[in-house]
T-cell receptor
Framework: GDSVTQMEGPVTLSEEAFLTINCTYT??????LFWYVQYPGEGLQLLLK?????DKGSNKGFEATYRKETTSFHLEKGSVQVSDSAVYFC??????????FGKGTTLSVSS | SQTIHQWPATLVQPVGSPLSLECTVE??????LYWYRQAAGRGLQLLFY??????ISSEVPQNLSASRPQDRQFILSSKKLLLSDSGFYLC??????????FGSGTRLTVV
């Protein structure tokens, strides 16, 4: 079945460092891809999304490009802040099914 | 836009006790509704989803059940909790054109 694989965490960075969180997927069709963020003690918030190949989603300085050839949707940010500390989930949405999530990657940014 | 209300935020229950978590949706009608669980180190796991009143699909066999007595109400229940039921429970809804919206979650600790 469809699945999402994320890099294992935790990821620990200093403020202003470059961030990459890898995400790859397996799907039979052409899913939409998402990154969700979960701040401490809160539910999930949509960070960005891409609905077709080569689309780039972006929000709050984060970016991810839908790469069909490598079945990837890696999350990047050029300069992280302490306030970016959270758990990040990659997810896919295939028409007619529920969101399928990766296991989540914990990011910790120190000043 | 759609809003999800989920309560309680935290809950500590003894093993063998019953459980009832409620989720209500505002701002939309006929949404698809979901219950996810986030257990330590296991990411987000889909437990149940519903496409309409009284229609429940279970993804994972377990001692939990779900009900949808009204269009915008989704309830997660258990007759007897197990230690392994501990986790963070998230309700979500999906309705075009809003996409997915998540509740703020309930942290359940079974002791």
């Amino acid at each position: 079945g469809d699945s999402v694989t994320q890099m294992e965490g935790p990821v620990t960075l200093s403020e202003e460092a470059f961030l990459t969180i890898n995400c790859t997927y397996t799907a039979t069709g052409y899913p939409s891809l998402f990154w969700y963020v979960q701040y401490p003690g809160e539910g999930l918030q949509l960070l960005l999304k891409a609905t077709k190949a080569d689309d780039k989603g972006s929000n709050k300085g984060f970016e991810a490009t839908y790469r069909k050839e490598t079945t990837s949707f890696h999350l990047e940010k050029g300069s992280v802040q302490v306030s970016d500390s959270a758990v990040y989930f990659c997810a896919l949405d295939q028409a007619g099914t529920a969101l399928i999530f990766g296991k989540g990657t914990t990011l910790s940014v120190s000043s | 836009s759609q809003t999800i209300h989920q309560w309680p935020a935290t809950l500590v229950q003894p093993v063998g006790s019953p459980l009832s978590l409620e989720c209500t949706v505002e701002g939309t009608s006929n949404p698809n509704l979901y219950w996810y669980r986030q257990a330590a180190g296991r990411g987000l796991q889909l437990l149940f989803y519903s496409v309409g009143i009284g229609q429940i699909s279970s993804e994972v066999p377990q001692n939990l059940s779900a009900s949808r007595p009204q269009d915008r109400q989704f309830i997660l229940s258990s007759k007897k909790l197990l230690l392994s039921d501990s986790g963070f429970y998230l309700c979500a809804c999906d309705r075009a054109p809003y996409g997915y919206t998540f509740g703020s979650g309930t942290r359940l600790t079974v002791v």
